[in-house]
């Protein structure tokens, strides 16, 4: 019993430990993100160090405030306060991308509020993308609003 609490105990600290600290996005009216609720492979603290010619993988903890009958990518890329659609992401469907809320079972859409699913993706660095720092905003919602949104700094090296 003691040794299963360790593990536990011990599980949940590197769960932690990857997460990622990113910043709600201003004016939204989704939930708030926790620290855990989002994680990136190329952001294992509070800032994203994306390399061109490689991909990145997303998990993020989604708790809709309402339904939503479909969800869309608001991914961009924010340079000097202008916001740059992210190619092939920007505008497209997350339904494909949404999980039960162990992340196992492929659920789609619609969401349901207060219920808890989990969003898994992945995204590749282009090498046209140029060697900048930058803002990420990645949002998922729908015309009416997000059902989740942050932002983090990041930098696209070569």
Known sequence: ??????????????ACSMA???KNCPKTKA????????????C???KCNLKRNTEATIEMKIIPNRDFKELNSDIQGILLDVPL???GYYGTSACPHIFDAEGKNQVGCPLKAGETYIYKNSF??????????????????DKEGDAVC?????????
């Not at 019993?1 to 590197?14: C, E, G, K, P």
């Not at 590749?124 to 919602?141: A, E, F």
Request: net charge positive.
């Open 31 to 42: 939930r708030l993100l926790e620290n855990g609720d989002v994680t990136i492979s190329s």
């Open 1 to 14: 019993m003691r040794s299963f609490m360790y593990m536990t105990v011990l599980m949940a600290l590197i």
């Open 20 to 22: 990622t600290t990113v």
């Open 150 to 158: 942050f932002q983090i700094p990041a930098k696209i090296k070569s």
């Open 124 to 141: 590749k660095i282009l090498p046209i993308y140029p060697t900048v720092s930058l803002t990420i905003h990645w949002g998922l919602g």
């Open 85 to 87: 659609p992210f190619p």
């Open 44 to 46: 294992p603290k509070t």
